[in-house]
C-alpha cells in the first residue's frame, strides 16, 4: 500500500484506500546527541531517580523495623511497592501519549518526591498507605517515560546506544544507593538524614525535567 498497489483492483483514487503519509522523523546522530544539554539532564534525572528508588528498597524493611513496625508489616510494604508500581505505568504511561510527555514525567517525579516525605515521617498505617499510593506510581511512572522521551528528543538512530547510557549512569546510583545508607544509619543512628537528602534530590529532577528542551 505504501507503493500504491492495492488488493481487489481498487483504485488508489478512493479515498477509503488512500495512505496517510506520516511525516519524517527527524533524527538526531549518536555524536549530536551526545552534545545535546537534554541528554546530559536526562541521565542526571534518570540517576537520581534510581538511586532514590533503590535506596527505599533496599531498606525499606530494616528502616520500619527501626519505627517499632513489624517484620510482617514491613514484608507487606516492601512486595507492595512493585505491585503499586503498575499503576503509575499504565497511567503516566497513558497520559504520556496524550500530553506533553515533559510534563507527565515531572507530574511522576511529585508523586515520587511525595511520597519519600511520607516515607521519611511514617507514624502511622495511614502514612504507609500514602507512601504506597505515591512512591510506587512515580517510579513506576518515570521508568515507561524515560525510553518515551528519549526517543521523542533523539529520534530511533542511535535509541539503543543513549538508553544504554542513561542505564549506565542509573547504574552508578544504583550501586551507591545501598550503601550510602547504610552507612547513614550506622553513623547517625537513623534513617532520616538520607531520605530527606533524597526528597530535595527528587525536587531538583524536578526542576531538570521541565529545563528540557
Known amino acids: 500500500e505504501p507503493y500504491g498497489y492495492l488488493p481487489d483492483g481498487r483504485s488508489s483514487e478512493d479515498p477509503k484506500t488512500q495512505v496517510q503519509v506520516q511525516p519524517e522523523e527527524k533524527e538526531i546522530t549518536f555524536r549530536e546527541a551526545l552534545r545535546k544539554r537534554s541528554f546530559l539532564l536526562l541521565n542526571v534525572i ?3 531517580r534510581m538511586t532514590t528508588t533503590i535506596a527505599v528498597v533496599t531498606h525499606v524493611m530494616p528502616y520500619l523495623g527501626s519505627l517499632g513496625i513489624s517484620r510482617t508489616m514491613a514484608g507487606l510494604v516492601a512486595g507492595a511497592i512493585s505491585v503499586c508500581s503498575i499503576i503509575g505505568r499504565f497511567g503516566f504511561g497513558w497520559a504520556g501519549d496524550i500530553f506533553e510527555k515533559r510534563l507527565v514525567m515531572a507530574g511522576a517525579f511529585v508523586f515520587l518526591g511525595a511520597g519519600m516525605l511520607a516515607f521519611c515521617y511514617v507514624s502511622s498505617p495511614w502514612i504507609l498507605i500514602l507512601f504506597l499510593l505515591l512512591f510506587p506510581a512515580g517510579f513506576g511512572g518515570g521508568m515507561v517515560l524515560r525510553g518515551a522521551i528519549l526517543r521523542e528528543y533523539f529520534g530511533r538512530q ?3 546506544k543513549l538508553i544504554g547510557i542513561t542505564l549506565g549512569f542509573a547504574a552508578i ?5 545501598p550503601a550510602l545508607a547504610a552507612w547513614t544509619y550506622d553513623t547517625v543512628g537513623t534513617y532520616d538524614p538520607v531520605w530527606l537528602a533524597l526528597s530535595g534530590a527528587v525536587g531538583i529532577a524536578i526542576i531538570l525535567i521541565l529545563r528540557l528542551k
Open 158 to 160: 542511535s535509541f539503543g
Open 173 to 177: 546510583g544504583e550501586a551507591v544507593a
Open 46 to 48: 534518570e540517576t537520581i
